[in-house]
């Protein structure tokens, strides 16, 4: 935009304009390249500022004493603002805030932040600090009012300059649907179009959406494997050889490290194949075990014509197979293998859906915003692929839902027909019948048990990475979880008879179809909106009935986080669960009637395609996929009131405020299905993980997955832990019982050995209030010597988090249960690793309650067997190379008194151990790190 701008940025005391306040504003006004004036200003907030919000901005409650009212600034700010246009990233903040404050700011806002999500979709963040850093746009003093506005005005140019560069036609579609659809981006892409429509006045009408070209078109020559009738066995030694010493990858790698544990595991995985045995392997850290089971399962698959499918738990894991390890052995290997990886019809844009959008136009900010987004990512990446782009909160997400194929039904061969090639799910499908290694996900791979075969191409050889998460994976793929923000949200997408997908139904169809058909369809359309239309009110009944149950029946804890109740038989027996029954029954009048009327719509509809209905494919998918849920809905809810499952849970969960309240269902016993499904019909099953034994055996994951017939193979760890790893375990800590005692030992623990190592710490918690509690305490005495805290509880994603503390000098890195595994911070910036409580499971979480009722001895069979795997898989997060060096402290002296400790101890590798005091922890780490006292 060429006209005169005001940029604006607030720090303030927290993310909420009706409690936080604000200290500090600044703003610049500008025109062009021109820096018209500069406005700045601290604000007394009339309360203490927390000391993280210090710690990140580093103003401080001296810096504001004698500091103006926002009283007295706010009518100096709108002075300053006038009536020009108002820019910030994300600018609502700011405006909310300033509104919450006593201005009512009317000025059009311009976000950088929405504008950035648009003009740079595949960004890896769009935090002001992190598009400046990819910007190379100077970034000192962030976190600092003044600055940041510089730095928004700084990517507000790029960002204008990179929308004047688009293609017109493109910038045309655009600005015409935002005519129709006030969103926030639309103010630069219309002036954008207005500057561009002087260069070419015949530029005002766009494509109509058409989807020929918008895709990469399918490569020709796929070829699907065709497996030998008799197999070739693998010669293990020969494979073996590759690895050894003199052998194809030591002459290949300067910098190769020969480990005999990787060649034992290639060897015990070549003879799975030669022999079609089922395996648990035991890999840990530093063995290089995606290697060591690459190597044969490529060269089976080439050698047989046949499939080997790898599936991992993690996207990290995915991704290195995928983006490191395979294109490294296609170079090297004299083989000629294809791979592939196939993900879920969600991750995967849909032409179709695509072209409808475009040509009917954004019915809403969040579609109008997702369209600009979209079509800027074309021009950038054609693979319609989700990885490709970076989707930012829940609106975007689910418009993307919407325009994916995850509900598609379409075939491969209509698909490869009506889209010309394009559709990518189609290229990755074809991609997936070609490969010789097929990579997927655990989720991907049960939702193909779950469809008996319809989701991955047939395949008899099967790889399990990651295996100690295939009980949480197959548990979470069964769950099912509904509330009645979520029962609404799928009565309003029917919509009317002239709204939603009910009202694009019948106006697609009018005119088109016999009349008798179309009273047909029109009947079952009055059915199910007169139905929809008072639905809510029982959906409401039922719930409260539900929640007044359990409050007379449960003794409910009031605190500030989410509490699960378990709904079990016992509950369903007493008189009062009668309510709860009649509510339902009435409820479930309409969710059966919708449910259906719909599969009735959807018969109907399917009869329907000798007929030229516009958009059909995409409408009768639509329906149907909105049939299966409806119907999903109404069995399940049946289910948990009258006619539950036994081998299902069934919990309510109910927030801290006493709001809404969801419920939700989980498998209990996952084994039977992965012994029927997959040890029963493949012939070659691996599984491995760095963690699959607790004391000493495999009995526990035996039991879990349903594998006793599996052989199982221990590799042993290359790395020396008794040189490199010191086991800290703090004697004189008080028990966790003691909780305010145990709180401060805890604090004051954490603040004197990260003073004296200066960092270098990861912190792992299992509660998240403790987590809390632990970082507000020890923030500020930690700023004060220049440690940075990077913690959970600051709301920042996992990869922020990592990477703040990967690029900081002196740094803490605090985190819950999602950091137990899968972080992998190699070198010294992660040389100490505190483990503040053993990883019990809360004994009322209702999955694990229901599961450990199934054992004789619950503790022991079950508690402290997954303890012991999740502890293990903590322990690892520190030693990640051979040169690692680095210090493991405990601070729950549970591990010292109680008998189950030696037990957790006797699962570690042999470390040094000292069990000393935590007055002696400091010192004890700095000589074992050997760094300067």
């Known amino acids: ?18 409690y936080d306040r604000i200290i500090e504003i600044a703003a610049v006004k500008f025109h062009d390249d021109k820096i018209i004036d500069e406005w700045q200003t601290f604000v007394d907030p009339k309360c203490p500022i927390p000391q993280n919000i210090s710690q990140i901005t580093g103003i401080f409650d001296a810096d504001v004493a004698d500091a103006p009212s926002i009283r007295t600034v706010l009518p100096k700010l709108e002075q300053f603002i006038g009536h020009h246009p108002v ?27 929405s504008l950035a999500s648009v003009m740079m979709p595949s960004a890896a963040r769009y935090s002001l600090f ?15 009012a003044l600055n940041d506005v510089h730095m928004t005005i700084a990517l507000y140019r790029e960002l204008w300059a990179r929308i004047l560069t688009l293609p017109l036609e493109t910038l045309a579609e655009i600005a015409r649907h935002s005519r129709n659809m006030h969103w926030d981006g639309a103010l630069a892409f219309e002036a954008a179009m207005e500057e561009r429509y002087k260069e070419n006045p015949s530029a005002g009408e766009a494509s109509s959406g058409g989807f020929a070209l918008v895709f990469e078109e399918a490569e020709a020559g796929y070829k699907r494997l065709r497996p030998a009738d ?37 060897k015990q995985v070549a003879r799975a194949f030669s022999d079609g045995r089922h395996l648990l392997i035991e890999a840990p850290t530093g063995v290089g075990k995606s290697i060591a089971y690459l190597v044969p399962a490529i060269k089976y698959a080439v050698e047989n014509d046949d499939r080997v499918v790898i599936s991992t738990n993690t996207i990290n894991l995915q991704e290195q197979l995928d983006q490191k390890d395979i294109p490294m052995l296609m170079e090297l290997l004299d083989l000629p293998f294809r791979a592939a990886i196939l993900k879920g019809r969600g991750n995967y844009l849909c032409p179709r859906r695509l072209a409808v959008l475009r040509r009917r136009g954004p019915t809403s900010p969040a579609e109008m915003h997702m369209l600009a987004k979209l079509l800027v990512w074309m021009l950038e990446v054609r693979t319609g692929n989700r990885s490709d782009i970076t989707l930012r909160g829940p609106a975007e997400s689910s418009v993307w839902r919407r325009l994916s194929a995850e509900d598609e039904g379409c075939t491969a061969e209509r698909c490869s027909i009506q889209m010309l090639g394009t559709c990518p799910f189609f290229h990755a499908r074809q991609q997936a019948e070609a490969a010789h290694i097929l990579i997927v996900n655990h989720s991907l791979l049960l939702s193909d048990i779950a469809t008996e075969g319809r989701v991955l191409p047939d395949y008899r050889h099967l790889i399990i990475d990651e295996a100690h998460q295939l009980e949480g994976a197959v ?14 949200r799928l009565i309003a997408d029917l919509g009317t008879g002239k709204t939603g997908l009910l009202g694009e139904l019948l106006s697609q169809t009018r005119d088109v179809i016999p009349a008798g058909y179309y009273q047909t369809l029109h009947d079952y359309v009055d059915v199910i909106v007169n139905a929809a239309s008072t639905m809510n009110v029982h959906v409401d009944r039922f719930f409260s009935t539900l929640w007044n149950f359990i409050e007379n029946h449960v003794a409910i804890r009031r605190n500030e986080y989410t509490q699960q109740i378990r709904l079990i038989n016992a509950m369903r027996h007493q008189p009062a669960w009668a309510d709860v029954e009649i509510a339902w029954d009435n409820l479930s009048k309409f969710t059966d009637t919708i449910a259906y009327a719909m599969q009735k719509l959807v018969q109907g509809l399917s009869e329907l395609q000798e007929f030229d209905i516009p958009d059909f494919e995409d409408t009768i998918a639509g329906a149907s996929a909105t049939a299966r849920r409806l119907t999903e809905l109404h069995l399940r809810l049946h289910e948990l009131v009258a006619e539950p499952d036994g081998n299902t849970v069934y919990w309510a969960a109910i927030r801290p405020d006493g709001g809404q309240m969801s419920v939700q269902a989980a498998p209990l016993d996952v084994g039977p299905l992965v012994r029927d499904h997959l040890w029963m019909k493949k012939e070659t099953l691996v599984m491995t993980s760095a963690t699959m034994r607790t004391e000493g055996n495999f009995a526990y994951i035996r039991e879990r ?76 005495p930690l700023s004060r010597d220049g440690i940075a805290i990077y913690d959970q509880s600051a709301g920042s994603s996992r990869s922020q988090l990592l990477e703040g503390f990967v690029h900081s000098e002196k740094a803490v890195l605090m985190g819950t249960r999602s950091f137990w595994e899968g972080v992998d911070v190699p070198g010294t910036d992660l040389s100490i690793l505190v483990i503040v409580r053993l990883p019990f499971s809360v004994p009322s979480e209702p999955i694990f309650a229901a599961r450990s009722e199934l054992f004789d001895d619950p503790f022991h069979q079950y508690a402290l067997p997954e303890t012991i795997l999740r502890f293990r898989q903590g322990f690892g997060r520190l030693i990640r190379r051979k040169d690692d060096r680095g210090v493991v402290a405990i601070f729950d002296r549970r591990i010292l008194s109680k008998r189950y400790g030696a037990m957790i101890l006797d699962s570690l590798p042999r470390c040094t151990v000292l069990r000393k005091s935590m007055a002696s922890l400091p010192e004890a780490a700095v000589r074992w790190l050997e760094l300067k006292e």
């Not at 820019?87 to 932040?113: K, V």
């Open 1 to 18: 935009m060429r006209d005169t701008l005001v940029a604006v940025d607030l720090e303030t005391t927290g993310l909420d304009p009706a």
């Open 87 to 113: 820019i910030g990233h994300n600018i609502s903040f700011d405006a909310a805030f300033i509104r919450s404050a006593g201005l009512n700011l009317a000025n059009p806002l311009l976000d950088t932040y």
């Open 230 to 266: 008799s197999p070739q066995r693998l010669d293990a030694d020969q494979l073996a050889a590759l690895l050894e010493p003199e052998g194809l990858f030591d002459r290949s790698f300067d910098a190769y490290e020969y480990r005999p544990q990787q060649v034992e595991m290639l």
């Open 475 to 488: 548990t979470n793929s069964l769950s099912f979880r509904t509330d009645p923000d979520h029962i609404a």
């Open 705 to 780: 997955l349903a594998a006793e017939d599996a052989d199982e193979v221990v590799i042993d760890s290359p790395f020396d832990y008794k040189s490199n790893t010191l086991l800290y375990l703090v004697n004189d800590i008080p028990e966790p019982t003691d909780k305010n005692a145990y709180q401060k030992a805890v604090e004051n623990g954490l603040i004197e050995l990260c003073r004296a190592t200066q960092g270098q710490t990861m912190v792992l918690f299992t509660s998240y209030a403790q987590l809390r509690a632990t970082a507000n305490a020890i923030g500020e």
């Open 130 to 144: 992190s598009l400046s850093s990819h910007l190379d746009i100077d970034t000192e003093g962030a976190h600092r």
